[in-house]
């Protein structure tokens, strides 16, 4: 049996940002990850789909030439290379993880887990580990299709799609959520025919719901097709078949990506151990301790915040407070950091591109919040109109006091302006003294200071 400080159960950017920073503060850790590292983000998530979001760009770009001068642009497309770049900027990314998690104090084991114990866990060759704390950081996998699926040739995760050598004619996308979204904004730029069915009103349900509709309208203009409030209830060869306002429609496609969310994966022997978890992942408290002292969950698997980075912030808490334990420093709470879990910003890489931190305008209207919405309008700002950029709305919100409480935004770049926002919401900012903060001109941030 190998003792150590920590284990980590997971390479994913939650558990390899965190053993660094374990290592960094003194601890001794074995990191355990049974399949490449850097989990689902680097390998068949975040990472590559930015990679295709970025040819996306650049097609789009082509398609456009003619506004900026350069008439009779002629190009063939091979998406075999863009896989193989997709692929080559997976590796580079993986190469170096591997690199940072063989610096002392690290020992990368490449296996599964499973709990034994409170404190010790076991590989499946059966190398065993114990230590005071144990971090789980398995992350998540795609949830099953709730409906029939007859033809399952035709459908697929966004792992298998990410994987396809070819290009589909037609691609049917079920869920209108970041992955289905982000899909269809990708594979309309390659030339794909694109049709997305979604169960909800809208898309996106965690934007404002003024940002989503815009962001929607935007994709239906460059020819995505949406049927949204659909129940799909079978994939068949004939295609998807979904019920909408009483009525069956039958969408034909070659290729069916189901983007209908992701669930927690999580270790075995979790009963052994005592971890108390739920449907929505392992139960944690604010420090992301489980119902076990000692044993932490970060990530997707306690089903807090389905992010890479909250993921590696959710980690550094972890340590911070295994950390403060150790010295028996009083009222945790306050004294362990200064990490703001609760302002987390997100990004859906469409195009238009869309972003958003803290509250929405109709989370407000729901908790019955005051509130003031500030707005800006890309059309109105100089570096928009140069960069042809002209479609796209910020919006931000402060409370009774003047203290930014959100932002929510569609258009280029909104990913760069809403992480300014989280960092003044992160030192409660006001929107006055946020006017008073010179920026740049031209630049697309100047809407934020301008509202």
Not at 385 to 402: I, P, Q, R, Y
Request: hydrophobic share 40%.
């Amino acid at each position: 049996m190998t003792k150590t400080d920590l284990i980590i159960i997971g390479a994913g950017p939650g558990g390899y940002r965190t053993a660094e920073y374990a290592a960094k503060k003194g601890l001794q850790v074995v990191i355990i990850e049974g399949q490449h590292v850097g989990g689902t983000c680097l390998n068949v998530g975040c990472i590559p789909t930015k990679a295709f979001a970025r040819n996306a760009e650049v097609a789009r770009t082509m398609a456009n030439a003619a506004l900026f001068g350069f008439d009779n642009v002629h190009y063939d497309f091979d998406f075999k290379r863009v896989v193989e770049r997709k692929d080559q900027v997976i590796e580079a990314l993986r190469s170096g993880v591997e690199t940072l998690l063989s610096q002392p104090g690290i020992s990368l084991v490449r296996d599964m887990a499973a709990f034994v114990d409170a404190k010790t866990v076991q590989t499946s060759s059966g190398e065993t580990f114990t230590a005071p704390n144990i971090i789980i950081a398995t992350g998540s996998e795609s949830k099953a299709p709730p409906f029939e699926v007859t033809a399952p040739s035709l459908v697929c995760d966004s792992s298998q799609l990410l994987a396809d050598t070819s290009l589909p004619r037609h691609l049917c996308i079920i869920g209108a959520g970041v992955i289905g979204m982000e899909f269809a904004s990708i594979f309309n730029a390659f030339g794909c025919q694109v049709t997305v069915v979604e169960f909800l009103r809208e898309c996106l349900p965690s934007l404002d719901s003024d940002i989503a509709k815009r962001l929607r309208k935007s994709l239906e203009k460059q020819g995505v097709e949406f049927f949204m409030q659909s129940a799909v209830t079978a994939v068949s060869e004939q295609g998807v078949t979904f019920e909408r306002k009483g009525k069956s429609t039958t969408v034909e496609a070659d290729r069916v990506l189901i983007a209908v969310g992701r669930k927690p994966r999580l270790p075995e022997g979790l009963a052994a151990a005592g971890i108390a978890f739920e449907r929505g992942g392992i139960v944690v408290d604010e420090n992301m301790q489980t119902s076990v002292p000692g044993i932490y969950a970060i990530g997707d698997v306690n089903g807090r915040q389905m992010l890479a980075h909250a993921a590696t912030m959710q980690g550094l808490r972890a340590v911070n407070h295994m950390l403060a334990n150790r010295l028996s420093i009083d009222n945790l709470q306050l004294t362990i950091d200064d990490i703001r879990l609760d302002i987390m910003p997100a990004a859906i890489f469409t195009s238009p591109e869309a972003a958003c931190v803290g509250l929405s305008e109709d989370q407000c209207k729901v908790e019955e919040k005051p509130y003031t919405c500030h707005k800006a309008y890309y059309r109105a700002n100089g570096k928009a109109l140069a960069m042809a950029e002209t479609e796209g709305l910020v919006k931000l919100l402060s409370d009774e006091n003047g203290r930014i409480i959100g932002c929510h935004i569609v258009g280029a770049h909104a990913a760069d302006m809403v992480q300014e926002v989280a960092a003044l919401m992160n030192r409660d900012t006001s929107i006055d003294q946020l006017r008073q903060i010179t920026h740049i001109h031209p630049t697309l941030s100047e809407m934020l200071q301008e509202l």
